[in-house]
């Protein structure tokens, strides 16, 4: 394990309100509170950064990496790819920016398979939390999928877990799943009934 790097997971565009839509004001105000945590990460000694390439949140942390290493140019970016084939269904503008826009700027590639698995994707989250100390993770604490799997996961490392609520924004360290999974409820309560 690098005790200087830190993992991202994160939901797949269609779990946002906004979808695709990156200039979208809420696709926006989340990029700036990713960005946020990530120069802080930095100024607490995180140099190396490993990210899935995912649709989404992978690539959004991607982006801003890059865009940090400006700044802080002894950071590193690793792409962690769960197989050769991870963007073979997406669309040719997705293509375009994963493989053009995104890998060829990374530090290191890595490549786990070649063929598409079942488990190919949870084989990645592992990889990448078994070599970092942090996992900065865009998580509305819904039990199901990749993004609750990679935080169990890392919960159960003992890994130091930053978790950003995509619908509220607030952002809960030391991860407590009940926590992020409470803000989820506040945030659908009525306002008459005086909660947030």
Same mark, same amino acid.
């Given at each position: 394990?690098?005790?200087?790097?830190?993992?991202?997971?994160?939901?797949?565009?269609?779990?946002?309100?906004?979808?695709?839509?990156?200039?979208?004001?809420?696709?926006?105000?989340?990029?700036?509170? =990713?960005?946020?945590?990530?120069?802080? #990460?930095?100024?607490?000694?995180?140099?190396?950064?490993?990210? !899935?390439? +995912?649709?989404? @949140?992978?690539?959004?942390?991607?982006?801003?990496?890059?865009?940090?290493?400006?700044?802080?140019?002894?950071?590193?970016?690793?792409?962690?790819?769960?197989?050769?084939?991870?963007?073979?269904?997406?669309?040719?503008?997705?293509?375009?920016?994963?493989?053009?826009?995104?890998?060829?700027?990374?530090?290191?590639?890595?490549?786990?398979?070649?063929?598409?698995?079942?488990?190919?994707?949870?084989?990645?989250?592992?990889? =990448?939390?078994?070599?970092?100390?942090? #996992?900065?993770?865009?998580?509305?604490?819904?039990?199901?999928? !990749?993004? +609750?799997?990679? @935080?169990?996961?890392?919960?159960?490392?003992?890994?130091?877990?930053?978790?950003?609520?995509?619908?509220?924004?607030?952002?809960?360290?030391?991860?407590?799943?009940?926590?992020?999974?409470?803000?989820?409820?506040?945030?659908?309560?009525?306002?008459?009934?005086?909660?947030?």
């Amino acid at each position: 394990m690098n005790t200087n790097a830190c993992a991202f997971t994160g939901h797949r565009p269609t779990k946002f309100s906004f979808g695709y839509d990156e200039k979208n004001e809420k696709c926006i105000r989340l990029k700036m509170v =990713m960005a946020q945590q990530i120069s802080a #990460l930095i100024k607490g000694s995180v140099s190396t950064f490993y990210t !899935g390439m +995912a649709l989404g @949140v992978d690539q959004w942390a991607a982006e801003i990496i890059l865009d940090l290493k400006r700044q802080h140019p002894h950071i590193k970016l690793i792409a962690v790819l769960p197989c050769e084939a991870q963007a073979d269904k997406w669309s040719s503008t997705q293509r375009d920016r994963y493989f053009d826009g995104l890998l060829p700027r990374c530090d290191d590639v890595i490549t786990l398979q070649g063929k598409y698995t079942p488990d190919c994707m949870h084989k990645r989250n592992r990889y =990448m939390v078994d070599r970092s100390n942090h #996992l900065l993770a865009v998580y509305d604490g819904d039990g199901r999928g !990749g993004t +609750a799997y990679t @935080v169990r996961y890392a919960q159960g490392k003992g890994r130091e877990i930053l978790v950003i609520h995509p619908d509220t924004l607030e952002v809960v360290s030391g991860v407590d799943l009940e926590v992020v999974k409470q803000q989820k409820q506040l945030r659908i309560l009525p306002k008459k009934q005086g909660h947030i």
